[in-house]
């Protein structure tokens, strides 16, 4: 059965392995290994590559509820592997011992099936990541994050234009109620001049304001 899936004993995360891959550079990857009951259970890790990999710890004992780091490094490569596609597979077995057995007492048949244990197999497949992929990932982060800026400083624009609409428009409101209360014929001509003003830069703002994209 595969990581994750209907494993009593234990979970596994992630539910496979990736590595990203540079020439002449180790590269490893960190299995979170949960023990799901209220017994202690022994796990031990087997791979088809055994020369290429290097897992620490192999063998364990976890005890009730608890949980432990696995790391497994893959040795540095002289040449990328062909299309990238790697075949490598690993094996999780996982068994309940008896309370406080340490890992040095499990006996040599621990995860033999013929012994007649319950052995529950976990399957986990390699994937490799070539170097132009995590930039690739890198990049559309940063675009991303940049986009972001860009649309919350548009809104704090947006948001100061409609402000800013509001203020004019109660000035306007004001000038109109003094202009009535004057009486002033002399007046209008100033008003007249001051409205157009005012309705010009309130268009524009406007105009800024339904342009403006909206993060609703």
């Not at 995860?111 to 990541?129: A, H, P, Q, W």
């Not at 202009?179 to 002399?186: I, L, N, Q």
């Not at 010009?200 to 304001?209: C, V, Y």
Request: aromatic letters at 8%.
């Amino acid at each position: 059965m595969s990581a994750g899936g209907g494993n009593r004993l234990i979970s596994v995360q992630p539910d496979e392995l990736k590595f990203q891959i540079e020439l002449d550079k180790q590269s490893f990857c960190d299995l979170k290994v949960a023990n799901n009951t209220e017994h202690h259970v022994a796990f031990k890790v087997k791979t088809t590559s055994p020369k290429k990999y290097f897992v620490r710890p192999n063998t364990g004992v976890v005890q009730p509820w608890d949980s432990c780091i696995i790391r497994v490094t893959l040795q540095a490569m002289r040449e990328y592997p062909a299309d990238m596609q790697c075949k490598d597979k690993f094996l999780l077995q996982s068994t309940i011992v008896p309370p406080n057995t340490d890992v040095d007492e499990l006996p040599s048949d621990a995860f033999n099936k013929d012994s007649g244990r319950t052995i529950e197999e976990c399957k986990l497949k390699v994937i490799y990541i070539s170097p132009t992929s995590a930039l690739g990932n890198s990049e559309d982060e940063k675009n991303l994050s940049q986009s972001s800026s860009a649309v919350h400083r548009l809104k704090e624009e947006r948001d100061m234009a409609i402000r800013q609409t509001h203020q004019l428009q109660q000035e306007l409101d004001m000038m109109k109620r003094r202009k009535y209360r004057k009486g002033d014929p002399g007046f209008s001509f100033t008003f007249a001049i001051f409205v157009g003003i005012v309705g010009i830069m309130a268009g524009f703002l406007l105009n800024l304001t339904l342009s403006s994209p909206s993060t609703e």
